[in-house]
């Protein structure tokens, strides 16, 4: 029996093994199914990281390298090349590597850390034909990043999201020519700061409400077909253009890589993806906590490790029998307001509430309710479903609500 | 010099060269494509069918019938996935059931086994998932599902085991009729062959040109399908058809022996033997169209839509031929032909003996090969055992579809070898799961790389110029 398995070794697995470890946990085993600790973030060799969270501009690597110190000082010990085949409500985990085989480890707690995947061009039903060079964004950038090859040319990119902008610097820095980047939406699904540094200072046009209807060649691409779509999402015949590339990157969304969460039985969120969580990030099942990508996208990894703390220091208080779950409080949003984590109170604690809203809103306000009771509100300037939002709430204001409910409210 | 030469290596050419690799021939299999299963085999429904819907006492009826009868013993001897499911052709009027009956009559007549009229509240226990409009249903406990190029690329690793050579990226442009031999070439190579087997799908009517036989033609019919999220394979346990009618014949919605959701096949009739895209109407179309029969179907688990080419002859039956002497002709060979493969192997080794071929068995013929799935599907005592032995089989590399890097060496390994990263996806399915290959096809091209021993950049998707990477970073221009 260990007492607190952690499934992932990106920076959400690292962050919450330091911080249980921090809390008085010894018997700590991060799985990791690459053969390095960090996780995404090794391939992610641009700046940003780190403002919050250490007031300063690190590399991704650099980013991870400061977790993955503390895990080495600390002496946390972790299983690289380490897949996770299944998990049981029971808390039973079966993996596989080339060292042990298939092995299995009863947990005391667990957590979840397994991160998110790239929407794959399947799931975008593009007509046309099947070539070489269409690639997601993350996989472009690990072919660039970590094993030096150039995954084409001339490119255009489908998709704002911030790997997508990402790489539109990355492939332009690498001597590739990016025609655009197209987006379905009319506005982008990636930080402010990305279309500034990665296209704006690049000259690289993002062309909003536009997708990519058709692919062209048959070993390699040799084009896409590109159009304008109405406020339906449908593409406009008239404004077709054809754009001729020998690369088409896919930035279409992300999505929390949850197949083993499912195998716990734990409650999924239909529109996080994720398991459906309380402020201790403990899922519905006793003793399975989740963090990271792989309870909802974040934007800045700051946050990940943020959140990863919260879960690390609550698997502690769990496995020393130190938990004080004394409500049980559903949060509800309005649809504007596309979800909450967490989605539930079970403790009188102050807490913070992250968000994501579904449209660009200006001048709007955030309320909470109690029934019809307005408990909480706060004003904001302007809110996009790229940033991710948050608000604290004290325990005056839920300590005895039924349920609270997120409204964004339109001036 | 070959005894025979059999042109084209999808299913029904590798049954062909299966046949014949059971007797002491030398054979080569000659193939366009960079690997195996490239045309109509790796891109149709999938289905084993019974036999109910090919015209009494013609070739594609009784080959339809004893290739689904042979298909289960042909599958178990390649260690390939096989799943009896049973079809259902459902009928939502009174039209329908009288053509229903029709396919009952002709299906006995045919020789198809356990056919029977089922209706509306037998067919709800049976599939829960059943449209409302739906009435009644041609039941066929025999029908099946099967993997189309596992089967292909394990009957000719199979023949290749047993000695036949493949040869790929070999398109014929030329055959030559000398006294007791042909001479076939590719433009860049000539093989020596004294029978040849036509198996060349959409293309079988130019090569049959080539030694003068114009009696036929073959045309391409396009067919569009999309393949669900593993999730959904459980939406039916059965293949579900709409009844035949005026207005052709309708799609499936289908269980793959993976536990995908298969929907298809569009059917619109086209000239271009190479036009394998989608198109825009399939994606807008396809899922109403899935609702007539089925309903549940999830509108947002696509992980995949591709196009196949049926070879459909102008004779409305399969073109089994023997135009002139020690050459036959394989071709039209349509829907139902993955379900007939094994009949018509046997068919063509028949003709190949009445035409002089001199068939005497091998005594060292080997019927059976190692599944491609035998890591997967063994148990945890057996796979730590063959881990022990070769840790890669440790190390899982496709994380979607659970597939091993020992899985993967053994399919660059073995006959016939992968080179290409599709070659690896249709023979471990690493690849093909929901990420489609996002997290794991940097490190499969690297093994491609290594043990091809060639450098990552020439490593390709299919062969030809669809190279995945191009070039190295910082490379000077």
């Given at each position: 029996?260990?007492?607190?398995?952690?499934?992932?070794?990106?920076?959400?697995?690292?962050?919450?093994?330091?911080?249980?470890?921090?809390?008085?946990?010894?018997?700590?085993?991060?799985?990791?199914?690459?053969?390095?600790?960090?996780?995404?973030?090794?391939?992610?060799?641009?700046?940003?990281?780190?403002?919050?969270?250490?007031?300063?501009?690190?590399?991704?690597?650099?980013?991870?390298?400061?977790?993955?110190?503390?895990?080495?000082?600390?002496?946390?010990?972790?299983?690289?090349?380490?897949?996770?085949?299944?998990?049981?409500?029971?808390?039973?985990?079966?993996?596989?590597?080339?060292?042990?085989?298939?092995?299995?480890?009863?947990?005391?707690?667990?957590?979840?850390?397994?991160?998110?995947?790239?929407?794959?061009?399947?799931?975008?039903?593009?007509?046309?034909?099947?070539?070489?060079?269409?690639?997601?964004?993350?996989?472009?950038?690990?072919?660039?990043?970590?094993?030096?090859?150039?995954?084409?040319?001339?490119?255009?990119?489908?998709?704002?999201?911030?790997?997508?902008?990402?790489?539109a610097r990355r492939m332009t820095l690498e001597g590739a020519k990016v025609a655009a980047v197209c987006e379905l939406m009319p506005y982008s699904g990636g930080l402010a700061r990305n279309i500034e540094q990665c296209l704006n200072d690049f000259n690289i046009p993002l062309k909003l409400s536009h997708t990519v209807t058709q692919i062209h060649g048959k070993e390699r691409l040799t084009g896409v077909t590109i159009a304008k779509v109405d406020e339906n999402r449908?593409?406009?015949?008239?404004?077709?253009?054809?754009?001729?590339?020998?690369?088409?990157l896919l930035s279409c969304g992300l999505i929390p890589e949850n197949e083993l969460t499912k195998c716990t039985d734990a409650t999924l969120s239909q529109i996080t993806g994720g398991a459906a969580v309380d402020q201790n990030r403990e899922t519905s099942v006793d003793g399975i906590f989740a963090c990271g990508n792989v309870l909802h996208v974040h934007d800045l990894v700051d946050y990940v490790s943020d959140e990863a703390e919260i879960a690390g220091k609550s698997?502690?208080?769990?496995?020393?029998?130190?938990?004080?779950?004394?409500?049980?409080?559903?949060?509800?949003?309005?649809?504007?307001?596309?979800?909450?984590?967490?989605?539930?109170?079970?403790?009188?604690?102050?807490?913070?509430?992250?968000?994501?809203?579904?449209?660009?809103?200006?001048?709007?306000?955030?309320?909470?309710?109690?029934?019809?009771?307005?408990?909480?509100?706060?004003?904001?300037?302007?809110?996009?479903?790229?940033?991710?939002?948050?608000?604290?709430?004290?325990?005056?204001?839920?300590?005895?609500?039924?349920?609270?409910?997120?409204?964004?409210?339109?001036? | 010099?070959?005894?025979?030469?059999?042109?084209?290596?999808?299913?029904?050419?590798?049954?062909?060269?299966?046949?014949?690799?059971?007797?002491?021939?030398?054979?080569?299999?000659?193939?366009?494509?960079?690997?195996?299963?490239?045309?109509?085999?790796?891109?149709?429904?999938?289905?084993?069918?019974?036999?109910?819907?090919?015209?009494?006492?013609?070739?594609?009826?009784?080959?339809?019938?004893?290739?689904?009868?042979?298909?289960?013993?042909?599958?178990?001897?390649?260690?390939?996935?096989?799943?009896?499911?049973?079809?259902?052709?459902?009928?939502?009027?009174?039209?329908?059931?009288?053509?229903?009956?029709?396919?009952?009559?002709?299906?006995?007549?045919?020789?198809?086994?356990?056919?029977?009229?089922?209706?509306?509240?037998?067919?709800?226990?049976?599939?829960?998932?059943?449209?409302?409009?739906?009435?009644?249903?041609?039941?066929?406990?025999?029908?099946?599902?099967?993997?189309?190029?596992?089967?292909?690329?394990?009957?000719?690793?199979?023949?290749?085991?047993?000695?036949?050579?493949?040869?790929?990226?070999?398109?014929?442009?030329?055959?030559?009729?000398?006294?007791?031999?042909?001479?076939?070439?590719?433009?860049?190579?000539?093989?020596?062959?004294?029978?040849?087997?036509?198996?060349?799908?959409?293309?079988?009517?130019?090569?049959?040109?080539?030694?003068?036989?114009?009696?036929?033609?073959?045309?391409?019919?396009?067919?569009?399908?999309?393949?669900?999220?593993?999730?959904?394979?459980?939406?039916?346990?059965?293949?579900?058809?709409?009844?035949?009618?005026?207005?052709?014949?309708?799609?499936?919605?289908?269980?793959?022996?993976?536990?995908?959701?298969?929907?298809?096949?569009?059917?619109?009739?086209?000239?271009?033997?190479?036009?394998?895209?989608?198109?825009?109407?399939?994606?807008?179309?396809?899922?109403?169209?899935?609702?007539?029969?089925?309903?549940?179907?999830?509108?947002?688990?696509?992980?995949?839509?591709?196009?196949?080419?049926?070879?459909?002859?102008?004779?409305?039956?399969?073109?089994?031929?023997?135009?002139?002497?020690?050459?036959?002709?394989?071709?039209?060979?349509?829907?139902?032909?993955?379900?007939?493969?094994?009949?018509?192997?046997?068919?063509?080794?028949?003709?190949?003996?009445?035409?002089?071929?001199?068939?005497?068995?091998?005594?060292?013929?080997?019927?059976?090969?190692?599944?491609?799935?035998?890591?997967?599907?063994?148990?945890?005592?057996?796979?730590?055992?063959?881990?022990?032995?070769?840790?890669?089989?440790?190390?899982?590399?496709?994380?979607?579809?659970?597939?091993?890097?020992?899985?993967?060496?053994?399919?660059?390994?073995?006959?016939?070898?992968?080179?290409?990263?599709?070659?690896?996806?249709?023979?471990?399915?690493?690849?093909?799961?929901?990420?489609?290959?996002?997290?794991?096809?940097?490190?499969?091209?690297?093994?491609?790389?290594?043990?091809?021993?060639?450098?990552?950049?020439?490593?390709?998707?299919?062969?030809?110029?669809?190279?995945?990477?191009?070039?190295?970073?910082?490379?000077?221009?």
């Amino acid at each position: 029996m260990t007492d607190l398995v952690i499934i992932g070794g990106g920076p959400a697995g690292m962050s919450a093994a330091v911080a249980a470890y921090e809390r008085g946990v010894r018997d700590i085993l991060i799985l990791e199914r690459d053969d390095n600790l960090g996780g995404i973030l090794r391939q992610c060799i641009h700046n940003g990281f780190g403002l919050h969270k250490f007031g300063e501009e690190l590399t991704g690597p650099e980013y991870a390298y400061r977790y993955e110190k503390k895990v080495r000082e600390l002496g946390i010990p972790f299983k690289l090349n380490t897949m996770v085949l299944d998990i049981t409500p029971e808390k039973r985990i079966t993996a596989t590597n080339p060292e042990d085989g298939i092995f299995t480890i009863e947990a005391k707690a667990i957590i979840l850390a397994m991160g998110c995947r790239e929407r794959a061009k399947g799931a975008l039903n593009i007509a046309g034909t099947r070539p070489a060079g269409i690639f997601s964004a993350g996989t472009a950038q690990k072919l660039v990043n970590m094993k030096g090859y150039m995954p084409g040319k001339n490119v255009v990119i489908l998709g704002s999201g911030d790997i997508g902008l990402i790489m539109a610097r990355r492939m332009t820095l690498e001597g590739a020519k990016v025609a655009a980047v197209c987006e379905l939406m009319p506005y982008s699904g990636g930080l402010a700061r990305n279309i500034e540094q990665c296209l704006n200072d690049f000259n690289i046009p993002l062309k909003l409400s536009h997708t990519v209807t058709q692919i062209h060649g048959k070993e390699r691409l040799t084009g896409v077909t590109i159009a304008k779509v109405d406020e339906n999402r449908r593409p406009i015949a008239e404004t077709r253009e054809y754009i001729p590339c020998d690369t088409l990157l896919l930035s279409c969304g992300l999505i929390p890589e949850n197949e083993l969460t499912k195998c716990t039985d734990a409650t999924l969120s239909q529109i996080t993806g994720g398991a459906a969580v309380d402020q201790n990030r403990e899922t519905s099942v006793d003793g399975i906590f989740a963090c990271g990508n792989v309870l909802h996208v974040h934007d800045l990894v700051d946050y990940v490790s943020d959140e990863a703390e919260i879960a690390g220091k609550s698997a502690a208080d769990y496995i020393d029998g130190k938990r004080n779950k004394t409500l049980n409080i559903p949060i509800t949003t309005d649809g504007k307001i596309r979800y909450t984590v967490p989605q539930r109170i079970t403790e009188a604690k102050e807490l913070t509430v992250y968000f994501r809203v579904a449209d660009v809103y200006r001048d709007v306000k955030i309320n909470v309710y109690d029934g019809e009771k307005l408990v909480f509100s706060k004003k904001k300037q302007k809110v996009a479903p790229g940033e991710m939002e948050a608000v604290k709430l004290k325990s005056e204001i839920f300590a005895y609500a039924k349920s609270l409910k997120f409204v964004l409210e339109e001036a | 010099m070959y005894d025979v030469a059999v042109i084209g290596a999808g299913v029904v050419g590798a049954m062909i060269a299966r046949e014949l690799a059971a007797y002491k021939l030398n054979i080569c299999i000659l193939e366009k494509e960079h690997d195996v299963a490239m045309g109509a085999t790796k891109a149709n429904s999938a289905i084993v069918h019974a036999g109910f819907d090919a015209k009494e006492g013609s070739l594609k009826a009784k080959l339809n019938v004893k290739g689904s009868k042979m298909m289960e013993n042909v599958t178990h001897e390649l260690g390939v996935k096989y799943r009896r499911n049973g079809s259902l052709v459902v009928g939502f009027n009174e039209e329908d059931r009288v053509t229903l009956e029709t396919l009952l009559e002709r299906g006995k007549t045919n020789g198809v086994e356990g056919l029977e009229i089922i209706e509306r509240d037998r067919l709800t226990v049976l599939e829960p998932n059943i449209a409302d409009g739906v009435k009644c249903a041609l039941y066929a406990p025999t029908g099946a599902i099967v993997c189309p190029y596992e089967l292909t690329v394990a009957a000719i690793g199979n023949a290749m085991d047993n000695g036949a050579k493949l040869k790929c990226s070999f398109p014929v442009t030329t055959i030559t009729a000398h006294e007791d031999f042909y001479e076939i070439s590719s433009g860049n190579d000539t093989v020596k062959a004294r029978f040849i087997v036509n198996a060349a799908g959409v293309y079988s009517d130019a090569v049959a040109r080539m030694i003068g036989d114009d009696t036929f033609t073959v045309h391409p019919r396009r067919g569009e399908y999309l393949v669900l999220d593993k999730e959904c394979g459980n939406t039916v346990s059965h293949t579900i058809f709409m009844t035949p009618s005026k207005m052709g014949k309708g799609i499936l919605v289908s269980p793959t022996v993976d536990n995908n959701l298969l929907l298809g096949p569009t059917a619109v009739d086209t000239v271009d033997k190479d036009d394998k895209s989608t198109t825009p109407e399939f994606f807008t179309s396809i899922f109403d169209i899935a609702a007539k029969t089925v309903k549940n179907i999830p509108r947002n688990k696509t992980i995949t839509s591709f196009c196949g080419l049926r070879a459909v002859g102008d004779t409305g039956d399969f073109i089994i031929t023997s135009p002139r002497e020690h050459f036959i002709n394989a071709a039209g060979i349509e829907s139902p032909g993955l379900s007939a493969s094994p009949a018509i192997a046997e068919y063509v080794r028949e003709l190949l003996g009445s035409d002089g071929l001199k068939l005497e068995k091998k005594e060292d013929h080997v019927r059976t090969r190692r599944p491609m799935h035998a890591f997967r599907e063994a148990n945890i005592d057996e796979k730590n055992r063959m881990i022990k032995e070769n840790p890669a089989y440790g190390r899982i590399v496709c994380r979607c579809e659970g597939v091993t890097e020992g899985e993967i060496l053994d399919a660059i390994r073995t006959n016939p070898r992968a080179t290409d990263l599709d070659g690896v996806k249709r023979r471990t399915r690493a690849q093909m799961g929901r990420c489609q290959g996002g997290f794991c096809s940097p490190y499969i091209i690297e093994l491609l790389s290594r043990e091809l021993d060639i450098p990552y950049e020439n490593v390709t998707k299919f062969g030809g110029e669809s190279n995945v990477a191009l070039g190295k970073t910082k490379e000077d221009k």
